[in-house]
C-alpha cells in the first residue's frame, strides 16, 4: 500500500501479510475503525473517494476537493424568485396587505377579519375512475407531471425497484414506452435501472437544460441521491449524496419559488405512539442548493435523551451515531417534524404514512398535501380494537385513507380530515383498504387530476387481493372552500388590503337556490358608494371565474385600485373557492 500526505509519498512500510478475517454471516469493508468495529479515529475525514486502478503515481498536489460540486469556477444556482409570501412564518405584516393580482385560495381564514356562519370544508374529488389494473411488481410511490408536449407521465417503481414510466394524453389511457435504453429484466420501459423506485420526480426550474429533470431517491437503501436529466427518458446519478440516511419511504421535494429553497419532507420512525409502537411522522429538510450535500447537524446521546424528555421517541440513540458498518439509519429527530398525527385530534396508535406535499402552481401563498393516514388495529387502545388485526379475521395491521392539508408557507400545516379526501371503500369494482395519493397535480382547464394507488389489502396484510391506479378529477382551486349554511346567511370580512386590476373574479358555487353578494368598504369599514352588498347584483351559478358586479357602477373597479379596501361576502347555501382581481 502507497499512501500520500498532502500529495507526497511517504516511506513505505515493512512487508505486510494480510489474512482473511474468519468467514461468518455477513461481509463488509470497514474504514477508520478495525475489522472487529473498535478503535475509532480520534478525527474526522472531510471526503472519500474510491477510483478504480491507481490514480496517483508520484507527487501531485492534492486538488481543493474530489466532487465537482465544489470545484473552482462552479457557480451557485441562480435561483427562480417568485412573490414574497403574503403570510410569512412570523405572521407580521403591515397595517395591509398588498394583494396585488394574486389569487386567494380560500383554504383556510388567514385573509379573514372576521366571519359569521362560515366553516372552512375539505371537498373530496367530484369523480374517481379506474385507469388500469396491477398485473405486476408496481410501487405504491407513484409520481405524475406534465411534461412540454401535454403528455402525462407516470413514474414508478418495478421489479428490482427500478424506475419504470408510463405515458397517456388523455389521463385515462396509458402505454409502457420503449425509452430506446435496451432491456432491463424485461422492461423497455425503464428510465432508472439502480434500485431507486421510491422517489419523487419534478422539474427543476433552475437547473441546467441537461439537468432539468430531477429525481431524488434512496440508492441501494442508503443514502439519499439526486438523479438528473434533460428529458426525464434517462437519469444519471450524481455521485454525492445529499442525505445520510436510508429514506424508509417516498421524500416529497419540490422547489419553493417564493421561499426560493428546495423543500423535502421525508419519513422518520423515531416517534412512538401512546402504546409505544412506531409512529411514523414527517421532517423538513431545506437547501438552496439541489447537488451540494443538504445541511445536516447530528446529534449525540445527551441531545437525543434531552428532546426524549418532552417527546415520545425511541430512547436507543439515532442509528447513524452507531449503526455499524453495514447500513445508515433512516431519519431521526434533527430536522423539524412538519406532519404528525395530533395527540387528543387524531385517534391514538394513528400515523403519517407519506404526506404528498407540493406547492399548488396555480396561485401563491397556497401549499397541498395528501397525507396517508394510518390506523393501527394493534399496539393501541383497547382489546375490541386489538381483535380486528387477529389473523382469524383475515385483514391485517390497518387501513389507510387519504386527507388532506393546508399551508402559508409549507412550514406550518392544517389538516382537514373530514370528509376524508379519498377514503376506502368501494370503486372501480374493488374494496379498497388502502389509498396512497400520487406525487403530483395534472391541470386540463378548469379540472385538476391526481392519481393514486389503491389496494383491497390492509397494511400487513393476511391476505394478498387486487390493485389498480386511479384517476380522480378536482375542480381548480376546489380542495377546500369558505362554506355558508342553506338555511341561514353567513358572511366573511377580510383584513384590508391593495389589490391591482380592475375586475374581481370569483371562483364559486351557489348551486340553483344559494347566492352571494360582495361588498367594498374603505379600511376603516365604511362602504364605498355603489358598492354596498346590497348593490351587488346576485351571484347565482357554478363559475370558476365570474366577474362581481354591482347595479350602478358595474364591475369596473379602476377607480379604487390602489386604495386600501375590504371586502364584505354574504353567502347562503354557497362554496367560495378563491377570489383575484384581474384586468379586463
Known sequence: MTHYVDGKPQKEPKKASFRALPTGD??????????????????????????????YVSEF????????????????????????????????????????FRKHVFIDDV????????????????????????KEPFSKH??????????????????GDMLAVRTSMDGIHWAEPDVGHGEHQGYRNVVIPEPVGVGVVFIDPNALPEERWKYISRFHERAVHVYSSPDGWWFKRHKTGVLPFNAGSQPNVFYDDQRQLYVGY?????????GGATQREFCLTETSDILKPWSFNPLSQTQHDEIAVDRRIDRIRPGYLNNGPLTPGGFGVEYRTVFFPIDGFDPSGTDVFVPKAIKYPWAPDTYLAFPGMYFHYHDDGPATRWTLGEKSRNRGAGPIEVQVAVSRDGLTWRRYPRPAYVGIGRMGGLDLHQIYMGQGLIRRG????????????????????????????????????????????????????????NRLVLNIDTDATGYAQVGILKSDGRIIEGFGVEDCVYISGDFVATEVEWMDKGSDLSALEGQVIKLVIRSRGTKIYSMQFVSR
Open 26 to 55: 455477513e461481509s463488509y469493508f470497514t474504514l477508520c475503525r478495525d475489522g472487529l468495529w473498535n478503535e475509532p479515529l480520534p478525527g474526522a475525514i472531510d471526503e472519500l473517494r474510491f477510483s478504480v486502478g491507481r490514480v
Open 61 to 100: 498536489v492534492p486538488p481543493g476537493s474530489f466532487s465537482p460540486l465544489f470545484a473552482p469556477g462552479r457557480k451557485a444556482p441562480i435561483l427562480m424568485k417568485g412573490p414574497p409570501l403574503l403570510f410569512p412564518p412570523d405572521r407580521k405584516v403591515g397595517p395591509h396587505l398588498d394583494h396585488g
Open 111 to 134: 385573509l379573514l377579519e372576521n366571519r359569521q356562519n362560515v366553516t372552512f370544508r375539505s371537498n373530496p374529488p367530484s369523480d374517481i375512475t379506474k385507469v388500469f389494473d396491477i
Open 142 to 159: 407513484l409520481n405524475v407531471i406534465e411534461d412540454k408536449e401535454g403528455m402525462v407521465r407516470m413514474y414508478y417503481g418495478v421489479s
Open 266 to 274: 421525508h419519513r422518520s420512525d423515531m416517534s412512538r405512539t401512546i
Open 446 to 501: 378548469a379540472e385538476i387530476w391526481q392519481y393514486f394507488f389503491g389496494n383491497v389489502e390492509y397494511h400487513s396484510t393476511f391476505k394478498r387481493g387486487p390493485k389498480a391506479i386511479y384517476r380522480t378529477v378536482q375542480r381548480l382551486d376546489g380542495f377546500v372552500s369558505a362554506d355558508t349554511r342553506y338555511k341561514q346567511l353567513g358572511e366573511i370580512k377580510t383584513r384590508p388590503f391593495v389589490f391591482s386590476g
